[in-house]
């Protein structure tokens, strides 16, 4: 029986369809009553295999949770290579497999197959966690099935926030690039910008102790273990940490934006500043008692404008001219939206709901600072940004407060994103776009073949002509033929494979387009010098400095790595990159391989530049992702820096009264919208009727859209005061 085939009956046989209705995988994958998921998660685990296949065999990622859904729900997320969701355009394969009827499994997934060309003899990876729901070992159990029903290689992680699963999935498609692959390296690569960032920064009105809500979800294990990386620089109380209650019950980042309200456990204080996660640890809102006992809210929205502003202020005294966005969805308050364009004169872009389109619009920015007002987000750096910022921390031809805010973006850009992936990802596009010419250069070792004596073409960056010229030679005997993009895990899987055949006469390097006249290819022969068209000295010298102080400061976090540490120089430095283009060029699926001994492997040279163990040394120290761990520590960061009580930050606008509301219907898909969900089109009538009712009241906005995660209406009213807005609509009139 083929695989295909024996998927879709160990599916009949043990996941059987038990739901008639039709499901639609939505804003962020599928979420109901736990009950009745598991064969969703069988499903969803074949899904992931095939998606993995078509992403060549890079890892992609499934998540087991239903964020702040109530505890007797569950969901699933499936994520993308760079710990991105799923691209949309898959998200009609999911709502196929997840509604057709058990005969019919095996065709629906030949036919995903076909459609999108997936080529099944790739090997597969996926990486799988959970949130804490009962229900949840159940369901990754049903997805762990699926996927190995069709030979995939599954990697689960247990409990994890989703962001800390989008962290890995990047991390192992970046052969551990973006950071380690495992929850420390994720602690350790977020607190070491933050705790850089706050070194010495003595505060009078900006109090070190920050009390959470934890919605007695995943975040409760792991923001426990976060604490033990930051020193006395943040003290986090903990409160709803899953010891007593039930997850999101009267408590997480939903319940107190909905409600307006504090969570269960909190005896809030004037002076306190708290805030809340939701159920998987990628939300969080603020919130504080007012000196006259009032509860106020500091979600998303003000979250945006408290990052906005910050960029914005270090922009303009670093002096960089780059583009900086805000992005925002429909349940933006007016008032926000207004003071932003307004006040801040930050160009604004509403997109709809859900953080796939807000992601996608931020990158339209150089900056783009993206938040739905629950709590979701974070801020984008365009490589270009990234690339300036870094060069303009190094100039020395400007002023010292220049410099210092250029640093101080870079702090914070580190605190998002982190050094490390700057580099990478500039290598990565740089260098992988260039690969079969960089490939064929670096392996000419004789004048003969040398490409700048036998042809006219000159590499530079920006020649990026020809990268079909080794594609459409004739095969020929020799090493250039050996440009290929194949991965290979086992030994035994290689059967026929050619081994790379590396071995340059000279140190291996590049030659300058100036090695043709002066033959002093010596001076150009290094790696260091081809990055040095890149990278100023002053930029990597200061990246030494960063690795160097991080060393010191977070060596004792990582004591194995730790251990005979010296100084990183700056050939040192050129070295690691030259392994890190090198990298990109010769693929293999880990790290460890690359120092492999093993016959298939024995081509590789790394080891005869550099021990595996220095590698991974630098890697480690050497200087992340949006989520609500992040995002709560640049927000801490930022009001440390100002020096602000939550007073202080709440007062660049008062929000404007408004409320949200589920309703159940009988059929929500009949509601269309448009602009970005703020307009209906269907039925008919239905948005004549709200403009009416808008109409009577100041500053008053509505509007109403079908969820994408649950089976409801949502309902969104604003206006000037609260005893006036939105209650014919609470009448449900
Ligand atoms: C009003 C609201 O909170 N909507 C949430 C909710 O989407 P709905 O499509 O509204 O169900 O779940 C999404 C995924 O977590 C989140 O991105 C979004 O903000």
């Not at 043990?14 to 109901?32: C, E, F, K, V, W």
């Not at 809030?268 to 998987?280: K, T, V, W």
């Not at 340059?504 to 030659?511: E, K, Q, S, Y």
């Not at 990159?577 to 492999?596: E, F, H, I, P």
């Amino acid at each position: 029986m083929n695989l295909l085939k024996q998927a879709a009956e160990t599916g009949r046989l043990h996941y059987p369809r038990s739901l008639q209705t039709t499901l639609s995988y939505g804003t962020a994958g599928i979420r109901m009553r736990a009950e009745k998921l598991d064969y969703i998660l069988y499903r969803m685990g074949l899904l992931s295999v095939i998606f993995s296949k078509f992403r060549k065999g890079q890892v992609t990622g499934l998540m087991v949770t239903a964020s702040h859904n109530p505890a007797e729900d569950n969901g699933v997320k499936l994520i993308d290579t760079m710990g991105e969701m799923m691209p949309i355009a898959w998200e009609k394969h999911a709502t196929e497999l997840i509604n057709v009827s058990d005969d019919k499994l095996e065709s629906a997934l030949e036919e995903i197959i076909k459609e999108e060309g997936v080529d099944v003899n790739i090997p597969a990876v996926i990486c799988t966690a959970m949130d804490t729901r009962p229900s949840s070992v159940q369901l990754s159990k049903a997805a762990v099935d699926g996927i190995e029903a069709l030979g995939g290689e599954c990697h689960n992680y247990g409990l994890l926030t989703t962001p800390q699963l989008h962290y890995i999935v990047c991390c192992r498609n970046t052969k551990e690039q973006y950071g380690l692959p495992t929850e420390e390296g994720y602690y350790s690569k977020l607190t070491s910008a933050f705790l850089e960032f706050n070194k010495g920064q003595s505060t009078s009105k900006y109090s070190r102790d920050l009390h959470v809500d934890l919605a007695n979800g995943v975040s409760a294990p792991k923001i426990k273990a976060l604490k033990t990386y930051l020193n006395d620089t943040l003290n986090i109380h903990t409160c709803n940490d899953g010891s007593s209650g039930q997850l999101n019950y009267q408590c997480g980042a939903d319940f107190v934006k909905v409600g307006q309200c504090p969570p269960i456990g909190f005896d809030l204080q004037p002076g306190m500043r708290c805030a809340s996660y939701d159920g998987d640890g990628d939300r969080i809102v603020y919130f504080y008692k007012t000196k006259d006992g009032k509860f106020a809210l500091l979600d998303g929205d003000k979250i945006a404008t408290l990052i906005a502003s910050f960029l914005s202020d270090l922009l303009t005294t670093s002096g960089l001219k780059l583009n900086l966005g805000l992005v925002q969805t429909a349940y933006a308050n007016g008032s926000s939206t207004k003071y932003i364009t307004d006040v801040m004169k930050v160009p604004v872009a509403c997109v709809p709901t859900g953080v796939k389109h807000l992601h996608h619009k931020a990158g339209d920015f150089d900056i783009g600072v993206y938040f739905e007002a629950n709590g979701h987000g974070t801020v984008l750096f365009s490589e270009g940004a990234q690339r300036s910022i870094l060069q303009q921390a190094s100039d020395s031809s400007l002023d010292q407060s220049a410099r210092d805010a250029a640093g101080r973006l870079v702090t914070a850009m580190n605190m998002i994103n982190q050094t490390q992936q700057t580099f990478a990802l500039h290598l990565f596009t740089t260098f992988s776009h260039q690969a079969s010419k960089i490939y064929k250069i670096a392996m000419s070792s004789s004048e003969e073949n040398d490409p700048y004596t036998s042809s006219e073409e000159d590499f530079t960056p920006e020649s990026s002509s020809s990268e079909s010229d080794t594609e459409n030679q004739s095969p020929q005997p020799g090493p250039t033929n050996n440009v290929q993009e194949r991965t290979y895990q086992h030994a035994d899987t290689a059967e026929g494979c050619v081994i790379p055949q590396f071995r340059p006469d000279n140190v291996p390097g590049l030659r300058l387009p100036e090695d043709r006249t002066k033959k002093d290819s010596a001076k150009y022969s290094t790696p260091g010098a081809f990055f040095k068209l890149f990278f100023t000295l002053e930029l990597v010298g200061q990246v030494c400095q960063y690795t160097n102080d991080n060393f010191t400061r977070i060596g004792h976090t990582k004591p194995s790595l730790a251990k005979n540490w010296s100084p990183l120089t700056e050939d040192e430095f050129y070295v690691f990159v030259a392994l890190l283009m090198y990298m990109s060029l010769v693929r293999v699926t880990r790290l460890d391989l690359y120092w492999s001994t093993q016959q298939l492997f024995h081509g590789f040279w790394a080891r005869t530049f550099m021990s595996k163990f220095r590698f991974k040394q630098i890697q480690a120290f050497l200087k992340t992702v949006g989520d609500a761990i992040s995002d709560m520590l640049l927000v801490e960061s930022i009001l440390a820096y100002r020096d602000w009580t939550c007073e202080e930050w709440d007062s660049a606008y008062t929000d404007l009264p408004s409320i949200m509301l589920k309703i159940k219907v009988e059929d929500r898909t009949i509601v269309k919208t448009t602009d970005a969900e703020r307009r209906t089109t269907s039925p008919p009538g239905l948005q004549e009727a709200i403009d009416q009712l808008v109409a009577k009241y100041k500053f008053g906005r509505a509007f109403v859209r079908p969820s994408g995660t649950e089976d409801v209406m949502r309902v969104y009213a604003e206006a000037d005061t609260k005893q006036k807005n939105c209650s014919p609509l609470m009448a449900g009139e």
